[in-house]
């Protein structure tokens, strides 16, 4: 019981009070870049998600079994040499999560390409645009450095999960926001990107409401 | 500390060489036959995915023209030399495509227009286009000149009230027909410098052009029984240029029309610069705001 309500708290949290986009501005670039129209921003969405949760996995495994200090490939060098050589790899993090995340991505892409078309065709030039997401790489970064996330590896999974959710939410949103703001009077100097980035800001101030409700 | 700087050496390579090999075999198992034709497309293409040509990313792109379902000329950025590739590739021929330039159809100076009422609402077309009797005609130019203001190359001006276009300047990005709220300037294909189009958009009756304007079309179909190269719908004159040969003479055309609605526009021919070459221009005189004072414009 305890661990449904642990995961419903961390899904709520990610997904909507610490959203990755409105509270932390990680992944801007595609929150602005790729919300013209609602149906492009779900797919982008969805690539998201997709890539966070098997990025937030992966790297889960590799920083629990390789760069933690109490991981065991580091406990295993230091049982060999009887001392304590190596006290953690976790310089290492930042550059091993961007590779495995590069990494991902191309080898979805390929499976995608090979077993689903119609969801290739969909997602289109955006998977290999969520390469650069620096999103993604946050939530790695998130998952490694919080002891509760660090410690469970469902956890981290829900983590990653619904942090693409929440992605997904705000830029939906956005779409829809952008889409009404097309038939709408804008005076000259704030057309384009300056209304684009007000109406992000408004977005942001109400998701603050959110705060302090959980986590 | 070198302890730590191997293994972190030993950890990249070891991701490394999992990532390779993964990679590697995925990329032969899960290999996805493409075509051969559509190889090529993608190669040609810029790659850029700028999404100019409409759709999402080049590779989209090049899957629709390798389906048929796009021309190959759609690309902006790689302009000419790779729609001549793309039509290589696929086998078809280019269709000669001509710069759109704008054309606008009305000939009309202020004193060519009758009937004009004083008119002191806003100076924009838009405004004055919703007002009934600013001026007889109601199909053509207004002269207030709102396709001046839509034009980001200073390519077209209104001269007595009439709007010009400045073809050296013009880029034909459209801006100026969008904005007409008349809808008298279209873009024409120009198959040379100079095109014969005809100057009026009045598809009134003979009588009723004539009672609003001392140049305008009546329809009285001339030109169609010199050239059927012209044809006269809803009493107003068209070229149709699809047919249209720069080469043609169209000396008997422009004389025959009573009202001299032909003409031509575009940028100047060698014959017309060194016609006037000789001539003495006069100095354009600017008006000074602090002396003169127009009292029937009210600028809303």
């Known amino acids: ?20 986009v409105l509270t932390y501005f990680v992944g801007i670039c595609p929150f602005l870049g790729v919300s013209r129209r609602i149906s492009t921003a779900f797919g982008m969405g969805c690539a998201v998600t997709f890539v966070i949760t098997m990025a937030g996995g992966i790297t889960w495994l590799i920083s629990y079994f390789a760069l933690l200090p109490e991981s065991a490939l580091v406990g ?76 469970n590896f469902v956890f981290a999974l829900v983590y990653s999960f619904f942090g693409g959710i929440g992605f997904t939410l705000a830029i939906i949103i956005m779409a829809g926001v952008r889409e009404e703001l097309d038939s709408a009077d804008v005076p000259a100097p704030l057309k384009g990107a300056g209304i684009t980035l007000i109406t992000a800001g408004i977005m942001a101030l109400a998701f603050m409401g959110f705060k302090g409700m959980a986590g | 500390m070198t302890g730590t700087i191997l293994l972190a050496v030993c950890v990249m390579l070891g991701l490394a060489g999992v990532f390779a090999v993964l990679l590697g075999w995925a990329n032969v198992r899960w290999k996805v036959d493409v075509p051969l034709q559509l190889r090529q497309l993608q190669d040609a293409l810029p790659g850029v995915n700028c999404g100019a040509c409409g759709y999402v990313g080049c590779n989209e792109y ?19 030399a790779v729609a001549q590739r793309v039509a290589e590739i696929m086998g078809v021929e280019l269709a000669e495509s001509y710069p759109l330039r704008p054309v606008v159809h009305c000939a009309a100076g202020y004193d060519a227009r009758l009937k004009r009422a004083a008119y002191s609402g806003e100076q924009t077309c838009g405004s004055a286009n919703l007002v009934a009797g600013v001026q007889g005609c109601t199909y053509g130019c207004l002269g207030l000149g709102d396709c001046v203001r839509a034009c980001q190359f200073d390519a077209i001006h209104i001269v007595n009230g009439l709007a010009v276009v400045d073809y050296e300047k013009c880029v034909g990005c459209g801006a100026c027909e969008r904005v007409c709220p008349r809808h008298i300037i279209s873009m024409v294909p120009f198959k040379a410098e100079r095109m014969l189009v005809v100057a009026c958009s009045n598809h009134d009756p003979g009588r009723a052009v004539r009672q609003v304007c001392t140049v305008g079309c009546t329809g009285c179909g001339a030109c169609h029984r ?17 047919r249209y040969d720069p080469n043609m003479d169209f000396g008997p055309v422009m004389e025959k029309c009573p009202r001299k609605s032909m003409i031509f526009v575009g940028k100047p021919s060698e014959k017309d610069l060194a016609a006037v070459a000789g001539e003495k221009l006069t100095e354009p005189v600017e008006a000074d705001f602090r002396t003169s004072v127009d009292k029937t414009d009210f600028r809303g």
């Open chain 2, 226 to 242: 010199l050239n059927d190269l012209f044809n006269v719908t809803d009493n107003l004159a068209g070229v149709d240029y699809d």
């Open chain 1, 1 to 20: 019981m305890t661990l449904v309500v642990d995961i419903l708290l961390i899904g709520l949290s990610t997904a909507v009070i610490n959203n990755l």
């Open chain 1, 76 to 151: 295993a060098i230091n049982s060999l040499a009887g001392k304590t050589l190596v006290r953690d790899l976790l310089f290492l993090q930042y550059i091993v999560f961007i590779f495995v995340i590069a990494g991902m991505v191309q080898l979805v892409e390929m499976y995608v390409r090979r077993f689903a078309p119609p969801l290739y065709r969909a997602l289109g030039v955006y998977l290999p645009l969520i390469t650069t997401n620096c999103a993604i790489l946050f939530a790695c970064l998130i998952i490694a450095k919080d002891p509760k996330l660090a410690g």
């Open chain 2, 62 to 80: 090049a899957e629709a023209v390798f389906n048929g379902q796009a021309p190959p000329d759609k690309c902006p950025v790689g302009g000419a």
